[in-house]
């Protein structure tokens, strides 16, 4: 590889969508005004193209040379040590990263051109909606491109930031800022353990560079020489574990990503469903050494992600907001990628993520476009039927769930289908909860399908529903192209070579830990290699039908529902009283602990912050008396100071 | 020993060689003579004069730009037949020239948006402007005490008339004469410890008189002689960086002059005041090394430091606390440049003490700080200088919900004064750190110990700078609550679009030092290599090469 060339093309990576995000918010309340897409849709391009040379590059490396770490520059040099240095490091799972980040971003700028537009004028903060998209594609090249767990970190709070930006986009809808708030706190939590997490790697290991640190964990020794405890190996694990939870929804902190979809929709495709909310399963990819070297925080790992998977697949039973519905499934899908992690086969959560990328984006894309149709609304029981009336997303929308719900052939089904073996190879019990949210995605995901789109046709009074224009069906067309063909890269028998591409990224970590599969000597039988996808096709297919069985000919069953299993299914309406909880056992305490701060700080400390100035208040109005105007005065206290000096002088 | 007068000015001397060394200084005089006969020739108009100043401002800078080259690898004295020389050309000088001229287009900038349209006197305002200028070159280029004299006052006394420029102004009037009535007096007391040092050593060579220092340490009343010699003579520089006690002159003046001068007072002056005190403490400390002579460190060395530190410690905080309670913008602007000379100072505490590891650290980081408070304070009162025009007041209350009124200022404002707060989204940051780890490098060694031992003063003056930002953190933020949280309905200031871009740069520079500080600190310590120290020769044969120490990074 060309260190020059890659380094280049880094930092166009960086800077090119930075540049976008200040041209557009400097530039465009005054200046580019309803033009503003063109800069993002410019930076966000260019980073893409810099993105495939960049896969090219890494795809074309011989053997054994896919990675390289390129130092950019030292911040703040001193005479012993740099204290932060900026750095790339570029392997096959960086390149594929920037390939979904850029690629689903210039795809979603593009559809938000429309979007934000109500009857072709732009809406209010058009502009600033731009920049701050542009801005989050830097902040998340900066969390995939770093080198180094500092740069993980900005890149980290710096999309959390944008996420916050943009969930509040409509800052003066109540319900809107709230959620953007939610998300901060929550993610708040995240990232403290996070950064502990950070604070602990340097602690033991006094370096904060991938290369560094990941090598050290290997050996199992500091830069001293000295064995790390596996109690240590655990405890960072575990915390990073926590930023991950934060970041990638996963249970307990999964609070805010439905709240989330408060945002734009383009945003909720983009940050809540396709990048950002994968960063977390990103680093625990990212730092395979850490996590693989301890059994415990696997399990937990696995655990947590088996759980969340089928937690939230419950909930998205019953709701009947359509991007809520996305959210839950977005949050279950995250599940299955952390489950994959935990089970050793981080190259298959990769590869979920990766045709999850597609398919969640089109899902979010699709039912923005209905939003858009609807006139902003996008509750199930207030529209059906819109089958003829929005024909292109109709299509698309069906092609994203039918991927989702893992329908045979389709990319969902490839990925999910490799997750479900792994899981059932370590453990029975992970299989089983793995399968059965497969089942359960299959049926919400078409029951909101045959609810927006099937049956009587039903829209909104003083709606006029239209099909959306060409910049918003373009990225649609694409994404479902990818919804399709995106799982062939990791199928063998067709060529596909994703795994073999990310391999030599986890080889010394997950893979050497992986369960053996295969006895030496014995070949797999047809059973092994086909048999969980008949089952697991067969199972999505059965769900499917049963949805079109319930929901499509008449629609009395989910009145039986509620009627038959009021307690349930008012346990799920409220996502198992989750936020409930929060709000009784944390927010009110906090609320009330904070209450006590503000008249702590009104009466004490303002007491004493007004003490402590007394003192430089008192002292600037002397020096305002001896600035009193009058020569003399500063002849005297001149020659006064000479007379000091020079007393000090002799004296000392 | 003979004066300048007495001797063949030119004997022995590479005169081409030493007039193209001195070219940016002579540019400036036909500078200065072209302003005076253009009014024969183009007339008084503001804008034929602006030109011929830019064009002499260009040809300045494209000989800088050739004298730097001439003189990276080590310095040059010239233009005597005495030891050390009378000029110095070196990388300081010629960095220090660089930032002059970069400053002086700004300056210039604002006069051209703030003045030029009533301007009756451009010719006269710029004769004095480049004197100044001229004065300020010269200081940072000599070792030389009259040469030092004769540069402050060729600084000064343009400065006292450009201040009160404004004649029926009766505040800045005012101002002016009690600019100079105090100048006068300082360099009165100034030529009197150069006098009292002449009298004693009989050299005004700086260099000399560092080396009869470690020849006579037992001087006995003698020593008391030199020290208030030294003491008196730091006077005229301590006026200049308006050091406390020294600093009268520069609120009022500061307040009664255009803003466009404030803002040329406010940096270069100090700068090139700093400079010089950074230099004459370098060449008193390599005649000879504290730890090849143990006895000068403890009877010499350590007390002028912790003069030079007290002195710095002392500006600080009074510049901070007689800024809390200012009304004026301007004013307290002033008081801040009070503060931050406060703060440069202490950086030329810090190398007094050759033989400690890093000690070019001080310089390094004292360059770096000028770039950046020249920055910052371009910002700060361009910003203060476009509300005044527009609003024709300078109190705190002119700002007032300027956030919305008009962003393009407000922001750069926000970004100048964090800056100069030190907050760390800004390079103001950068240049504090480095000031400090530069004081932190202040260690004990093995000649120094004690209560008045150098690592107490790093500490001390470390103390100081940070409770000191805290103090300013006060008053600078007063500025951005009004600006952002207040708002009493005034209409938007009308700005200049080149008032608003060099605002806006001097932010978008300020935050761009900070991601890009290694850059910065690498041409910084480009300026600081190689700087001329004067080797003595006791047998006071002329020499015109000094020898240059090599001074890398530790």
Redesign the interface.
């Known amino acids: 590889m060309s260190i020059e060339t890659l380094k280049l093309c880094g930092i166009i990576i960086l800077l090119a969508p930075l540049a976008a995000a200040v041209v557009a918010g400097a530039l465009g309340t005054r200046v580019l005004k309803s033009q503003t897409h063109w800069v993002t849709i410019l930076g966000v391009g260019s980073a893409f193209t810099c993105s495939c040379l960049v896969f090219n590059q890494v795809v074309g490396a011989p053997a054994g040379e896919s990675m390289a770490t390129i130092p950019i ?7 012993t040590a740099s204290m932060f240095r900026v750095e790339l490091l570029i392997d096959p799972l960086t390149s594929l990263m920037l390939l979904v980040v850029t690629g689903v971003a210039l795809l979603v700028v593009i559809y938000s051109r429309d979007y934000m537009r109500d009857h072709g004028q732009p809406e209010r903060g058009y502009e600033r909606f731009f920049a701050f998209l542009a801005l989050f594609v830097f902040s998340m090249c900066a969390l995939v491109l770093g080198g180094n767990f500092i740069l993980l970190y900005l890149g980290w709070e710096a999309v959390g930031l944008c996420s916050y930006l943009l969930i509040g986009f409509y800052y003066d809808r109540p319900t809107a800022a709230a959620a953007a708030k939610k998300a901060f706190l929550v993610n708040r939590v995240g990232d403290f353990g996070f950064g502990l997490g950070i604070l602990l790697i340097y602690l033991t290991f006094g370096s904060l560079e991938y290369t560094a640190v990941f090598d050290m964990v290997s050996r199992g020794v500091d830069a001293a020489g000295n064995t790390v405890p596996s109690s240590t190996i655990t405890t960072i694990a575990l915390l990073l574990l926590c930023g991950a939870c934060g970041k990638s929804a996963q249970l307990p902190l999964h609070v805010w990503l439905p709240d989330a979809m408060e945002g734009p929709s383009p945003v909720s495709a983009l940050i809540h469903a396709a990048t950002m909310v994968t960063a977390g399963i990103y680093m625990i990819a990212r730092c395979g050494a850490i996590f693989s070297a301890s059994a415990t925080a696997m399990t937990v790992v696995a655990v947590i992600g088996a759980v969340t998977a089928l937690f939230a697949a419950t909930i998205a039973l019953v709701q009947t907001d359509m991007k809520r519905i996305l959210a839950y499934s977005t949050i279950s899908q995250l599940g299955y990628m952390v489950l994959g992690a935990g089970v050793y086969a981080a190259d298959s959560a990769v590869f979920h993520l990766f045709t999850h990328a597609f398919f969640k984006a089109l899902l979010f894309l699709g039912a923005g476009s209905v939003m858009h149709a609807m006139g902003g609304i996008i509750d199930l029981r207030q529209f059906g039927g819109l089958r003829r009336v929005l024909p292109w997303t109709f299509r698309t929308f069906v092609i994203g769930s039918l991927a989702l719900a893992g329908f045979p052939l389709f990319s969902g089904f490839f990925s999910k289908d490799e997750i479900i073996h792994h899981a059932l190879t370590a453990s029975p019990v992970l299989g089983v909860m793995a399968l059965v949210t497969a089942a359960l995605t299959a049926f919400y995901t078409f029951r909101m399908v045959f609810l927006a789109f099937w049956g009587r046709e039903r829209i909104p009074e003083g709606v006029h529903a239209h099909e959306s224009g060409g910049w918003m069906l373009a990225p649609l067309m694409i994404l479902s192209v990818g919804a399709v063909f995106a799982g062939y890269l990791g199928v063998h028998a067709v060529g596909g070579g994703f795994h073999e591409f990310l391999a030599p990224v986890f080889e010394h970590t997950f893979a050497a830990h992986r369960h053996v599969t295969h006895v030496a000597g014995v070949e797999p039988t047809l059973w092994d290699e086909y048999g969980l996808m008949v089952v697991s096709g067969a199972i999505a297919i059965l769900a499917i039908a049963l949805a079109y069985v319930l929901y499509v000919p008449q629609r009395w069953f989910p009145a039986l529902v509620k009627a038959s299993a009021v307690r349930t299914h008012r346990t799920l309406w409220n996502k198992y009283y989750v936020d409930e909880l929060y709000d009784a056992g944390l927010v009110s305490p906090a609320r009330r602990a904070g209450r006590v701060c503000v008249g702590l700080d009104d009466y004490l400390i303002d007491g004493l912050v007004w003490l402590a ?1 007394a003192i ?2 008192g ?3 002397s ?2 008396v001896l ?1 009193s ?1 009058f ?1 003399q005065g ?2 005297v ?2 020659v ?3 007379a000091i ?2 007393m ?3 004296w ?1 | 020993m003979a004066l300048l007068g007495q001797t063949d000015l030119w004997a022995g001397i590479d005169v081409g060689e030493h007039l193209f060394l001195f070219s940016p200084m002579i540019v400036l005089v036909c500078t200065m003579l072209a302003v005076v006969a253009c009014p024969i020739i183009l007339g008084r108009g503001p804008r034929s004069i602006a030109t011929v100043v830019w064009l002499g401002l260009g040809i300045t800078l494209f000989m800088t730009f050739r004298v730097a080259g001439a003189v990276a690898d080590g310095g040059v004295s010239g233009l005597s037949t005495q030891p050390g020389g009378m000029l110095i050309a070196d990388n300081l000088s010629v960095g220090f020239q660089f930032l002059l001229l970069a400053f002086l287009a700004g300056v210039m900038l604002m006069w051209w948006m703030g003045s030029s349209a009533t301007e009756r006197n451009a010719p006269e305002f710029f004769i004095l402007l480049l004197g100044s200028a001229l004065g300020m070159v010269l200081m940072v280029s000599t070792t030389n005490l009259l040469m030092i004299v004769m540069a402050i006052e060729l600084a000064s006394l343009p400065s006292y008339a450009i201040v009160g420029f404004e004649k029926r102004n009766r505040v800045a009037a005012e101002a002016s004469l ?1 600019y100079m ?2 100048g006068a ?2 360099a009165a ?1 100034m030529l009197y410890g150069a006098s009292l040092l002449y009298g004693l050593v009989g050299s005004l060579d700086m260099a000399v008189i560092a080396s009869y220092t470690i020849d006579n340490l037992s001087l006995g009343p003698n020593r ?1 002689l030199l ?2 010699g030294l ?2 003579f730091l ?1 005229g520089i301590a006026f200049k960086v308006s050091a ?3 600093h ?2 520069c ?2 003046a500061f307040e009664g002059a255009r803003i466009e001068v404030t803002t040329w007072l406010s940096v270069v002056s100090k700068g090139a005041g700093l400079l010089l005190l950074a230099r004459l403490v370098t060449v008193f400390c390599a005649g000879g090394g504290a730890d090849a002579n143990p006895a000068l460190s403890i009877t010499f060395l350590t ?2 430091a ?2 030079i530190g ?2 710095a410690a002392v500006t600080c905080t ?1 510049g ?6 200012q009304r004026s913008v301007k004013r307290m602007l002033a008081y801040s440049s009070i503060a931050h000379a406060g703060y440069m100072m202490m950086a030329t505490a810090v190398f007094i003490h050759p033989s400690i590891s ?1 000690s070019t650290a001080g310089i390094t980081a004292l360059l770096t700080y000028v770039v950046i408070y020249l920055l910052m304070n371009l910002g700060a009162f361009g910003v203060t200088a476009m509300v005044v025009w527009d609003t024709g007041s300078d109190k705190i209350e002119a700002f007032t919900g300027l956030m919305r009124r008009s962003p393009w200022l407000a922001v750069p404002m926000v970004a100048c004064l964090m800056s100069l707060v030190g907050m760390p989204p800004f390079a103001g940051f ?1 240049g504090k ?1 480095w000031i400090l ?1 530069a004081l932190g490098r202040l260690q004990n060694t093995a000649t120094s110990s004690g209560m ?1 031992s150098l690592s107490t003063l790093g500490w001390l003056l470390m103390i100081v700078a940070v409770v000191n930002t805290f ?1 300013s953190l ?1 008053y600078y933020l007063r500025i951005v609550v009004q600006m952002m949280f207040r708002d009493d309905g005034q209409r938007t200031v009308r700005t200049p679009i080149v008032g608003l871009a060099m605002v806006n740069g001097c932010a978008v520079a300020l935050f761009a030092l900070l ?4 850059p910065l ?1 690498r041409t910084a310590e480009r300026f600081t290599r190689n700087m001329y120290t004067a080797s003595v020769e006791q047998d006071g044969k002329h020499k015109t090469l000094a020898s240059a120490i090599q001074r890398g ?2």
């Open positions: 520059y030292d911040w703040i040099p001193n005479a100035t430089p208040r002292l600037g109005y020096a305002r600035q105007g020569l500063y002849g206290s001149m006064a100071g000479i000096i020079m000090f002088v002799f000392s | 009690k009535i105090f007096v300082c007391i008391v020290a208030v003491l008196c006077v406390v006690p020294f009268f002159w609120p009022d007390p002028l912790w003069t007290i002195i009074v901070n606390f007689a800024a809390y309670k890093g950068i750190w780890v008045f103090i006060y991601i890009f500080a290694q600190k990074t530790p």
